[in-house]
């Protein structure tokens, strides 16, 4: 076994779980059913040489709950059968996209017991080899496949006469690829099955989902199995000579990952099943849906789409949650220009509102009043266009009467006003020193008919233009 190397990285494991006649085994999640979590991609080659191993269970090797050993005549790994129940496998962990598997083993001896050699999917593809350890079957090699793990016809098993599988060791190898399926012994074809004539088939379908590989041995000639099981598997099984062993010398695997190079996992992208659908994740965070027909293979830049994105991104390399926290910041980003602008005109607003009340704080002393109307209240009724510039033009004053008079008991002239009570709020009139009629006179540019008003001195005031 030159070609052999030491053990790589794998992970073994064997269990009681029984292998019914189709040899289906088990499936973790099925894709075809609802979305599953993407599987391991094995992504290289491997070649473990378990007859020249270390023997050392724990660097690649796994127990569960059925007898798995080392044979330390240098026959390798060991599945032990022991009563009805039993039905050791060794399984590599990890899943193959297309490509090429050699087991180089030894079967099982004796009536009632099957061992297999098995690919199958977790939408239950699946390629076999099966071997019957009666004494009338030990040059039968039998070889089957299934699709989606169809039972509605058997029309896909075969039977081919070689070696003694029993008495020696042969390596049994499965090539598969989009286009078609070939089984060998040795290194001879004994099988083809291309793609396109099994989607002919009553089942009609190829094995086009990422497998698992194992190698296993189970008594199909159980007490408790149906009576053309038993018949098939050459009797009931018969434990009195000992335990009997399935030996595995050693195990290459090639995952072609159907062309994609470094792939660490495969992912389902939708539930119908086929290549096409099927996500090749990389180590560089690339992805691939294979895009291509069953038996028909396309180059990627055909029928494939080649991205750098993630799972669960979309073609364009952003995923739904990136367009989704895309969509998000710019609402966030809106709602935020929106606070913005409505903080500056409010701002604007209460200062457009402290300008009209220091305005009418100016013109309506102690609640006065001018032409009947409040001065505040005319002010606040403003529009915020009449406040942008400079105060609203005042009512002209319409002057009855002004007098000046000398109050020889006083000190100081006085401005007798008997106005309106539109601009005092007294029908008496109202008091005022001429610097306060000056400072309204200022702010109030009065009419070109008002009256001048003479100073204390007998000098007349210029009239405003």
């Not at 055909?302 to 073609?315: D, L, V």
């Amino acid at each position: 076994m030159a070609g052999w190397t030491a053990p790589a990285l794998l992970l073994l494991a064997a269990s009681r779980l029984g292998m019914t006649q189709s040899g289906t085994t088990w499936s973790k999640c099925d894709p075809t059913k609802r979305v599953c979590p993407p599987v391991p991609a094995l992504g290289t080659t491997i070649s473990v040489d378990f007859a020249n191993s270390d023997n050392s269970l724990g660097a690649y090797v796994s127990q569960v709950n059925g007898p798995l050993t080392f044979d330390g005549g240098g026959n390798g790994l060991v599945l032990l059968i022991m009563g009805e129940k039993d039905a050791p496998r060794a399984g590599i962990s990890k899943y193959m996209f297309y490509g090429r598997v050699d087991v180089a083993m030894r079967t099982a001896p004796g009536p009632g017991i099957v061992t297999s050699f098995v690919l199958q999917a977790d939408d239950l593809d699946e390629i076999d080899f099966e071997w019957v350890g009666a004494a009338s079957n030990t040059t039968e090699t039998q070889t089957n496949y299934f699709s989606k793990g169809c039972t509605s016809s058997y029309d896909r098993a075969q039977s081919h006469t070689g070696p003694r599988h029993s008495e020696g060791y042969h390596v049994y190898s499965i090539d598969w690829t989009p286009e078609k399926l070939d089984w060998l012994i040795d290194g001879v074809v004994i099988r083809t099955i291309s793609a396109e004539t099994a989607s002919k088939t009553p089942c009609g379908g190829f094995p086009q989902s990422p497998m698992r590989i194992t190698v296993g041995s189970w008594v199909a000639g159980n007490s408790g199995n149906p009576p053309g099981t038993v018949e098939w598997a050459g009797g009931l099984a018969d434990f009195s000579g000992g335990p009997l062993q399935t030996y595995i010398k050693a195990i290459n695997v090639t995952d072609d990952a159907n062309g994609v190079k470094n792939a660490t996992q495969y992912r389902h992208s939708s539930m119908d099943g086929r290549a096409q659908s099927v996500v090749v994740e990389t180590a560089e965070n690339a992805t691939r849906t294979t895009g291509n027909d069953v038996g028909t293979e396309v180059p990627p830049s055909q029928g494939s789409t080649i991205s750098s994105a993630p799972p669960g991104e979309s073609s364009s390399g952003l995923s739904s949650g990136a367009i989704m926290g895309i969509i998000a910041g710019f609402v966030v980003a809106g709602a935020i220009i929106g606070g913005l602008v409505l903080m500056v005109f409010l701002q604007r607003r209460r200062k457009r509102q402290r300008r009209k009340s220091e305005t009418a704080d100016v013109l309506v002393k102690d609640g006065g009043a001018v032409g009947g109307v409040d001065m505040k209240q005319e002010l606040d009724g403003n529009t915020l266009s009449e406040m942008d510039g400079a105060p609203p033009e005042p009512k002209e004053l319409e002057v009855k009467e002004i007098k000046i008079e000398l109050n020889s008991e006083r000190d100081g002239t006085e401005i007798v006003s008997p106005l309106s009570p539109d601009l005092t709020g007294d029908t008496g009139g109202t008091v005022a020193s001429l610097d306060e009629k000056k400072q309204l006179e200022e702010f109030y540019e009065l009419p070109g008919d008002t009256p001048t008003m003479p100073r204390r001195s007998g000098d007349e005031l210029e009239r405003k233009d």
